[in-house]
Each structure stands twice: as C-alpha cells, then as structure tokens.
C-alpha cells in the first residue's frame, strides 16, 4: 500500500474570495465576482447582478459523519485544504494523494457563472483571470501536482477556440465541459456548431472532462424518497451523458480524441458497452448507424476515460472494461471522498490485480490520458508514494481530527429522528438561496423564511422563444422582471434570450430547454426553476400547439393533449410551493398564475372525462378543443384551491394571432384559419401582461379573459363536479406517464 502512487483525477476547488486579486486591476477587478457575507455570516458569490448562494456544495470533508448533510454555508466552516493551495498540498499529502486535477465548486464548476451573466464581453475576460489564477496561483504553486483544467466561453465560438489554443500553450492538460449543452441554451454536441471546438481540441492534443451532474443531474423519483436512494443512483446517471457522446461524429474523424467522464464509476461499464454493442447490432440496418464495421465498445475503449472513488465489483471486472480506461478520483472535499484514508480503502480494491496493473489504475493511465508528463519532470517518483507523502504529513503535524463546523441542516432541530428526504435536502439549498436569490439589486439584509420584496419579480413564461410568448417575457423584463423563458429549439431560444435581454431594465433572462409534452421533461423544469430562484411571482403557463393527426409520446400520452393541459397542470402542481412561499405575507392576488387557454374551449359542450384524450375516436381538432376547455376549468380549480393563499388565476384567450402557432394544423384546419382577421404577437400578448401587472386583476380570481375583459366561458366551467373529476383525471395520466418513464 504505501509504495503505491496515487493520482487522483476528480477533486474540488471551494474558490476564495482573492482568486481575481493578482490577476486583474482597475475596473476589471472592481467588476469581478466578489464573495461576500450576509448579516447571518453566509457566504455569496456576487457577480454582474446576480448572487450565487451556497458557497460550500457539500464540502464536508472532515466533519463527523452525523454532520454530512448539513451544508456549509461558509469558507470558515470547511477545512483550509478547501480553498487554500497551501493546506490543499498538505491534506493531500496525509490522504497519500500525490496529484490532483481540481474542478471548481461555485463560480467556476462548469463556467456557469459566465455563461448566465448579461455582459458576455467582461465574462469572457473574468472567466480567462480565473483559468489564468487555476494555473499560475493555484497549479503552479506546487508543480507536477496538479492537472491544469480550464473552462471555456462555449457561448462564443470563435472566443472558445482561441481560449483552448491559449490554454494549451499555456500549460493546460484539460478543458471542462457541460456534457449537455442544451442546458444552457447552446445546441446539442451534435450540432455543426460545436465542429470548430472538437477541432481545436484535437489539435492541441487536450483532454475534454466532463463532470456528472452539470448537464444531467441525476433524477429522483419524488420529494418523498429518502436521500439515500438518489445517492445510490448518481454514478448510474452518468450512462445517459456518455452513450450520447459515444454517438459523436468526431469520434471517428479525431482518433486521438479523449474524454473523461468525471465522477462516474466503473461498475456499469461492462453492462453498457454489452447493450450499446447488441442495440447497435440489432438496429444498425435501419437507423444508418456510424458504428457498421466498428463496435460501440471498441470505440467507447479508444476515446473514455472511467473513474471511480470507491468500485470493487468493476476493478474485479477491470478486464472486461479495459486496464487502459480506469483512474482513480478522491473527490475532496465532497461526501464520497474517503479522506484521509483513501490508501486503506484503495489498496483493498487493488490488492488482487497485478503491479503493472496497479500502476496504471492508481497513475498510469491518469499521466497518460491528461499527458501529465509534468509529474515526473517535477517529482520524483518515490517522493510521490503513499508512504512518502504521508511521511511529509507526519512531519508537519497534519490535523485528521474530525472536527464539527456548523451548516444549515435539512432536518429542524427538535424533530424525531425519520429518514432525510430529497425534499428535505432541496428544501435546505433553498432556503440558503433565499438568503442570496441570485439575482440584482438585492440587499444583503434578507429576513428569514420568506423572499425578499424588493428584489426583482420572477415570472415563469413557457413558449417564451417566439410568439406572444416571447413578447410576454419582453413586456416583463422591460418592466425589470427577472424573466425565465421556455423553448424548445436552440436556436430559437437563444434569439429570444438576446431580444429580451436588449430590452430588458433588470435581470437578464434565463432560457431554459422543456418540452411539457413530456411530463419526465416538466418535471425536471420544475427542479430547474427551483433551483435557479427562491420566489417565483408569476406563473404563464402560455406554451400549446395544434397537431393534425394523433401522435402518442414516449409516455404514452397524446401529444396534443400533453402540451396543452397535462405538462401545465403538472408544471403548476409542481411550483405551487414556491408559489405560496412567494405569496406569504403579501397583499392577496401580488402572486398569479395566468393560462393561455382559446375559444377553442367554448366550441365542444363538455369534456369525455371517461376519455380525456379522445383516443377511443381521435378528431386533432376536438383533441385542441379539448385541451383548451381544461385550461379553462384548471384555472377555476386552481382559483378554488389557492384563494386561502392569496394567489389569483385566470384564463386568457388571445384571438387569432399571426404567428407560427398554428402550422402543425391540418391542410383544413390552417385554410379555415387563413381567412381571419389576426392579431400581431404584441397585441395577442397585451392581456396576458396586463392580466400580470395590473392592480384590477387581483380584484377577481378564476376568470377568463379576452382583450382585458372577462369573458363568459363554456357553461361546463361552472360545475364543480366537472372541475373536481378533471383534476384527479389529470393526476392520473400524469401519474401513469412518470410511471412509465420510471420503469424505462
């Protein structure tokens, strides 16, 4: 054990508050990220507006086990190896880690900081001081111990190439990332937009890490569920990430090309590369598969890179995955990690493979894929052994004494023991995030349990990336609303986030990806929007289509219907609690929920509410109508339900309005359509913006409107049996569709 060497290939940067201190000056060091202190002592990043909250990301290394998940909520909470290079050397020294590649934890952990920030321009310079502080200030104290790792403004990709090819004169062994760019409004890896990217990579013969979590979080069946579940998972998430990345193009065009998959494990390997083979054999001949003369596994053993924190049952299996494609990862200061006893604890795992193949599991293969000569130009190799690294620790005195240091605590002081939840655990991150919502003009004085009023109002617009959707969320942001936007096209989004963003008086928007088709889809918005907010004021639930011809999703629902009723009653089902969170101590009706609903809805007498869907006899246009009639008779049950909270509802029709929303609509449907008086998009958005900020629209609850008038709705809207069945028949499909994403 102690002869062997270890380099880890996974840890983490909690970033200090000096990070830009040594690399800017003047005003681009008055504008960089700053970390500050609330009055209750919390720890924020502030950066262009917007204020990012839980600095400490389950940096629990150290602490008593009882205490790892309470969240830190301050550097002075987490041990020094944290955030300083200084005790980092000597935390890695008594755990025998003879090398690092570090990913950050707040602001640099996938660039997000800078891919959210309205001003691009001086995000790129900050994003480049702070690859230029990971290399000089953090990597270079202490050469050949750490793999140099940068992040990239993949946002601009003409600035992205230039930044690998400085980076790696610089340097640099590695860039990060996202392994889903979708996520932040940029296209799929699959896209030609990515081509110059993949190139340069190549070129400079740099390593692509991607960390679980960044693009496809890891999913939990419900709020309910005991935490331990979802953790016991989260190795398992990363498959969905790689077999798309094993479809990449480049691939095959960069032999050369190599990728990590950070924080993933290894046991799982073997299975995936078994059914990514037999999937490909059985499908090829149809699907023009790029994999005809090449297996799926022979090309996942060519360009990935595995790691693992703890795995026997795949270093048993290492054959079958490859020796050549495993690294070992500490993850410090995270949960998983086994500091300071990663020696005992690898040693097990290693023991029964050969030395040849101990090297390269511990070392080897991570010098060899991140091409860290450095280390051995730098170290010798019997200074770098378990033993010798610990000897240095023994010297110095370092402290392993686990030590309590406080955090916020997912379950309150006083209840009965009872297993933590994934509700419990969300619950705990935002409520830390109230503290410092993340976004501008807020003060650091918050109050507890409850947003603060003078920072901007949050609206969730759905189908905001064209449309009165989009001039929806431009009439808002101009108003100094913090807009959060849904689409469904890339490119689409991103032309929208541009026109709201130049109109707008406060925050820049935020575009998130869904499909509310898709209830899987929805509710991962609704976990999104959690995330990214701790108040939501207004709720438009204004994304719908009109299909011609039946067409049933993955989940087994109509489509048709999906879009227009299920994914928004699930969606607000879902956001309620932050919703009411909102409207606490409020004047009544200061939080709305507004629904796009048509005239559509008064064309059919009732609902078959034995057959929402319609699938026993399917008509496209009673399928539209159908679901237009819902939206209204959900907006007088929400109005039912909510009027205690003080939160108001109401049903919109807009007219006829001359946009794209009508061109998935029949031959038939889009002549009858042709010949009638439109709306422009701004006219068919005015009621839905006067219905969000005009005080005469809290007067009233459940009503629905047209041209800022009420408008008398189909009589089934005033049975209250019909509205009560609708719901728990909307519960139902809903609860069979997330059923069926479930079971696979």
């Known amino acids: 054990m102690d002869d062997m060497v270890v380099i880890s290939v996974d840890d983490h940067i909690c970033e200090p508050p000096t990070m830009f201190d040594n690399q800017l000056s003047g005003e681009l060091l008055a504008t960089a990220p700053k970390l500050r202190v609330d009055r209750n002592g919390k720890n924020y990043w502030e950066y262009q507006g917007r204020l990012k909250g839980s600095v400490g990301l389950n940096a629990v290394v150290g602490r008593p086990f009882e205490e790892y998940g309470m969240e830190p909520t301050s550097l002075d909470q987490l041990r020094d190896g944290c955030y300083d290079v200084h005790a980092r050397i000597d935390d890695m020294d008594v755990n025998g880690i003879a090398a690092s590649l570090c990913f950050g934890n707040s602001i640099v952990f996938d660039g997000q900081t800078f891919h959210q920030a309205p001003d691009k321009a001086l995000a790129l310079r900050h994003m480049q001081a702070a690859n230029d502080w990971h290399y000089e200030e953090w990597c270079m104290a202490y050469p050949g111990r750490f793999i140099p790792l940068g992040v990239l403004p993949t946002w601009d990709m003409p600035a992205t190439v230039a930044e690998v090819h400085r980076l790696a004169k610089k340097g640099f062994r590695a860039v990060q990332?996202?392994?889903?760019?979708?996520?932040?409004?940029?296209?799929?890896?699959?896209?030609?937009?990515?081509?110059?990217?993949?190139?340069?990579?190549?070129?400079?013969?740099l390593t692509i890490a991607l960390h679980i979590g960044s693009g496809n979080p890891a999913p939990h069946a419900s709020m309910e569920t005991p935490i331990e579940a979802w953790i016991s998972t989260m190795p398992l998430s990363v498959?969905?990430?790689?077999?798309?990345?094993?479809?990449?193009?480049?691939?095959?065009?960069?032999?050369?090309?190599?990728?990590?998959?950070?924080?993933?494990?290894?046991?799982?390997?073997?299975?995936?590369?078994?059914?990514?083979?037999?999937?490909?054999?059985?499908?090829?001949?149809?699907t023009h598969s790029r994999f005809q003369d090449l297996?799926?596994?022979?090309?996942?053993?060519?360009?990935?890179?595995?790691?693992?924190?703890?795995?026997?049952?795949?270093?048993?299996?290492?054959?079958?995955?490859?020796e050549d494609n495993v690294a070992y990862e500490c993850d410090y200061p995270h949960s998983d990690t086994l500091w300071p006893e990663v020696p005992e604890y690898l040693w097990a795992s290693v023991q029964h493979l050969s030395d040849a193949q101990i090297d390269k599991v511990t070392h080897g293969n991570a010098i060899r894929w991140f091409r860290f000569d450095a280390f051995l130009e730098h170290n010798?190799?019997?200074?770098?052994?378990?033993?010798?690294?610990?000897?240095?620790?023994?010297?110095?005195?370092?402290?392993?004494?686990?030590?309590?240091?406080?955090?916020?605590?997912?379950?309150?002081?006083?209840?009965?023991?009872?297993?933590?939840?994934?509700?419990?655990?969300?619950?705990?991150?935002?409520?830390?995030?109230?503290?410092?919502?993340?976004?501008?003009?807020?003060?650091?004085?918050?109050?507890?349990?409850?947003?603060?009023?003078?920072?901007?109002?949050?609206?969730?617009?759905?189908?905001?990336?064209?449309?009165?959707?989009?001039h929806v969320a431009m009439a808002l942001a101009a108003d100094g609303w913090w807009v959060i936007g849904t689409g469904r096209n890339a490119a689409r989004m991103r032309e929208a986030a541009a026109e709201i963003g130049a109109v707008a008086t406060g925050p820049a928007p935020d575009m998130l990806a869904a499909d509310l088709s898709l209830m899987g889809a929805t509710l991962a918005l609704a976990r999104q929007v959690e995330a990214l907010t701790g108040r939501l004021d207004l709720l438009v639930n204004n994304a719908g289509g009109m299909a011609s011809e039946l067409v049933l999703t993955s989940e087994g629902l109509d489509a048709n219907f999906a879009g227009n009723h299920l994914g928004p009653f699930l969606l607000t089902c879902e956001l309620l609690p932050l919703l009411r969170q909102t409207a606490n101590g409020r004047p009544y009706g200061t939080v709305r929920i507004l629904n796009t609903s048509s005239d559509a809805s008064e064309m059919i007498p009732q609902l078959d509410l034995d057959d929402l869907q319609g699938l026993a006899a399917y008509n496209p246009g009673r399928a539209y109508c159908t679901g237009k009639l819902a939206n209204v008779l959900f907006t007088r049950a929400l109005?039912?339900?909510?009027?205690?909270?003080?939160?108001?509802?109401?049903?919109?029709?807009?007219?006829?309005?001359?946009?794209?929303?009508?061109?998935?609509?029949?031959?038939?449907?889009?002549?009858?359509?042709?010949?009638?008086?439109?709306?422009?998009?701004a006219e068919g958005a005015d009621t839905l913006v006067w219905l969000a900020t005009a005080a005469d629209a809290a007067e009233s609850n459940g009503d629905y409107w047209h041209k800022r008038a009420r408008r008398t709705p189909n009589p089934t809207v005033a049975d209250q049996a019909v509205r009560d069945r609708l719901w728990i028949e909307s519960e139902r499909l809903v609860r069979a569709a997330l059923d069926r994403v479930a079971r696979g």
């Open 177 to 205: 990332l996202n392994e889903n760019p979708t996520v932040q409004g940029l296209p799929s890896i699959h896209n030609d937009y990515w081509d110059p990217l993949f190139k340069a990579v190549a070129d400079t013969d």
């Open 295 to 322: 297996k799926p596994s022979e090309l996942f053993r060519r360009h990935f890179l595995n790691c693992f924190v703890d795995d026997r049952f795949g270093l048993r299996h290492l054959d079958e995955i490859g």
């Open 239 to 286: 498959a969905q990430g790689v077999a798309d990345w094993l479809q990449l193009e480049e691939l095959h065009r960069y032999p050369d090309l190599r990728i990590a998959i950070s924080e993933g494990s290894i046991g799982w390997v073997p299975y995936f590369m078994e059914r990514a083979d037999f999937s490909n054999w059985r499908h090829k001949a149809w």
């Open 639 to 681: 109005a039912d339900r909510l009027d205690g909270d003080g939160i108001v509802a109401h049903a919109v029709h807009p007219g006829a309005v001359d946009s794209n929303f009508f061109a998935g609509a029949s031959p038939e449907t889009q002549a009858r359509l042709k010949g009638l008086e439109k709306l422009s998009e």
């Open 380 to 470: 010798r190799r019997e200074d770098m052994t378990v033993g010798a690294c610990r000897a240095r620790a023994r010297a110095k005195g370092v402290d392993t004494t686990p030590k309590s240091s406080g955090g916020a605590r997912p379950v309150g002081d006083g209840e009965p023991p009872r297993p933590v939840t994934s509700g419990d655990v969300m619950a705990m991150f935002k409520k830390h995030a109230r503290r410092a919502p993340g976004r501008a003009g807020l003060s650091t004085d918050w109050q507890e349990g409850a947003p603060h009023m003078d920072s901007p109002r949050v609206a969730l617009v759905t189908g905001a990336s064209s449309g009165i959707g989009k």
